[in-house]
Structure formats: C-alpha cells, structure tokens
C-alpha cells in the first residue's frame, strides 16, 4: 500500500502473514520532505482487523479516523483521518524503532492525499491480507 501526498510526501506499508502466526508483519517506510524512516514490526491482527473496520467506516461517511498502531509502543502508528466536512483526507503519524536504552522516531503531520484513492486502500487492506503479502499503489 503506497499512499502518495498531494505534497511529494509518501507512506508505504508493506504486509505478511501466515495461518501459523496470529500476527502481522508490517514493513512501515515513509518519506517526507527529504527524510526517510523505515521500521519493521508485528500488528496483533485483532488491531489490523480494527484498523480495516475504521477505514472502511472512512471510506464510506467521509468522516472520521482509522488508527494503526503496533504491537510495541513507539514503533508505528499511521492515522488517516477527514481534514474537512467535504471529506478531504490525510495521514500522520510515526516511525520508530526502540532498543533498551535508545529511541528514534520520523513523526510525520498532515500528509494530504486524494480521497478519490480512499476505495483502492480499502480494497487492498481489507481484501488482500489472505494472500499473504501485498503492496499497492494508493495516488
């Protein structure tokens, strides 16, 4: 799932799993304003279906968040959410990885995107997850 920014930023998510695992394996990168983050990290899959719900709730009322987060704090988090009533759309959020004693962290704001791609990123998300691995392209 690439969402590319009306402003040159882009956010890219990348997915696997498998019936043995009851997690997701996210690949999470993200460019903006010449920085680049990327982070590897698991999704409790209870999340990603609460994740798909909300987003497919945005799609349809052009209101409204979906909210992901990962399984350790501090690692991910992606928002996409409604900027205005007429249903314009954005994404924010962070990038991270955490070790014992050290933290780094690309937070992202406001990254707006045509909402017109709001059903191809449903699509992808919700559908998708049982072929095990999937990137697409959201403009």
Same mark, same amino acid.
């Given at each position: 799932?690439?969402? %590319? #920014? $009306?402003?040159?930023?882009?956010?890219?998510? =990348?997915?696997?799993?498998?019936?043995? +695992? !009851?997690?997701?394996? *996210?690949?999470?990168?993200?460019?903006?304003?010449?920085?680049?983050?990327?982070?590897?990290?698991?999704?409790? %899959? #209870? $999340?990603?279906?609460?994740?798909?719900?909300? =987003?497919?709730?945005?799609?349809?009322? +052009? !209101?409204?968040?979906? *909210?992901?987060?990962?399984?350790?704090?501090?690692?991910?988090?992606?928002?996409?959410?409604?900027?205005?009533?007429? #249903?314009?759309?954005?994404?924010?959020?962070?990038?991270?990885?955490?070790?014992?004693?050290?933290?780094?962290?690309?937070?992202?704001?406001?990254?707006?995107?045509?909402?017109?791609?709001?059903?191809?990123?449903?699509?992808?998300?919700?559908?998708?997850?049982?072929?095990?691995?999937?990137?697409?392209?959201?403009?």
């Amino acid at each position: 799932m690439l969402i %590319r #920014g $009306e402003d040159g930023g882009e956010v890219e998510l =990348l997915w696997t799993a498998d019936d043995s +695992r !009851s997690d997701i394996r *996210v690949v999470a990168r993200v460019y903006y304003a010449g920085f680049t983050g990327e982070t590897q990290v698991w999704v409790a %899959r #209870g $999340e990603w279906a609460e994740f798909s719900n909300q =987003l497919v709730e945005l799609e349809r009322t +052009r !209101s409204g968040e979906a *909210v992901l987060n990962a399984m350790s704090p501090g690692e991910l988090q992606l928002r996409l959410f409604t900027t205005d009533r007429l #249903g314009h759309v954005a994404v924010e959020g962070f990038v991270g990885r955490r070790g014992a004693s050290k933290e780094c962290r690309l937070t992202f704001s406001h990254v707006a995107f045509d909402p017109t791609a709001l059903p191809g990123l449903v699509h992808v998300v919700v559908n998708d997850l049982s072929s095990h691995r999937k990137s697409s392209a959201v403009e």
